[in-house]
Antibody, heavy 120, light 110 residues
Framework: EVQLVQSGAELKKPGESLKISCKGS????????IGWVRQMPGKGLEWMGF????????RYSPSFQGQVTISADKSISTAYLQWSSLQASDTAMYYC?????????????WGQGTLVIVSS | QSALTQPRSVSGSPGQSVTISCTGT?????????VSWYQHHPGKAPKLMIY???KRPSGVPDRFSGSKSANTASLTISGLQADDEADYYC??????????FGGGTKLTVL
């Protein structure tokens, strides 16, 4: 069974750094792109970027380029989303999602989400 | 990149059909046959319901169907059931390894 299991909720202060994770299982982790999607409170989904764990190739949405860093450690089948200096506007639910390998350009499995709250 | 435009809410009674629209541009919805739809029950992981405009993943009931005309895609749910009540998001590939989502539509089953 394909599963993406994300790390738990985080409460951080502005200016702090953070790295959240998404562990894949039940499939060949190195063969699928893993993306990150943001959902701000009361808002829709926004695609942030993704990583190919096989060779760590990374692509970002122009809206998030330079704001976050996406990476992966294939040895432990885990993808990451990190911030070097959080802002209150980073408060959101973050989902990881696997890009289908069928060429459909759709996200066929999703993590349960990680809630990030940034507040002083 | 602007978000795709979806109605904020739609509603229907059990057994009825509803259609959710998703309007983009020729750079996303109109330019690629890569529109997908996701069902999101709050607190749960989003679920892929439709991909490549009109294809259903294994396990998704055929009550769910998708279509596209020019820059607008649509999701139709027939035979509405209580469990269909959720938020629905469309998504389109927009070229150059980028994707754009819609703002989401809240479906209420009356």
């Amino acid at each position: 069974e394909v599963q993406l299991v994300q790390s738990g909720a985080e409460l951080k202060k502005p200016g702090e750094s953070l790295k959240i994770s998404c562990k894949g299982s039940g499939y060949s982790f190195t063969s699928y792109w893993i993306g990150w999607v943001r959902q701000m409170p009361g808002k829709g989904l926004e695609w942030m970027g993704f990583v190919y764990p096989g060779d760590s190739d990374t692509r970002y949405s122009p809206s998030f380029q330079g704001q976050v860093t996406i990476s992966a450690d294939k040895s432990i089948s885990t993808a990451y989303l990190q911030w070097s200096s959080l802002q209150a506007s980073d408060t959101a639910m973050y989902y990881c999602a696997r890009l289908s390998a069928t060429g459909s350009q759709s996200f066929d499995y999703w993590g349960q989400g990680t809630l990030v709250i940034v507040s002083s | 990149q602007s978000a795709l435009t979806q109605p904020r809410s739609v509603s229907g009674s059990p057994g009825q059909s509803v259609t959710i629209s998703c309007t983009g541009t020729s750079s996303d919805v109109g330019g690629y046959n890569y529109v997908s739809w996701y069902q999101h029950h709050p607190g749960k992981a989003p679920k892929l319901m439709i991909y490549d405009v009109s294809k259903r993943p294994s396990g998704v009931p055929d009550r769910f169907s998708g279509s596209k005309s020019a820059n607008t895609a649509s999701l139709t749910i027939s035979g509405l059931q209580a469990d269909d009540e959720a938020d629905y998001y469309c998504c389109s590939y927009a070229g150059s390894y980028t994707w754009v989502f819609g703002g989401g539509t809240k479906l209420t089953v009356l």
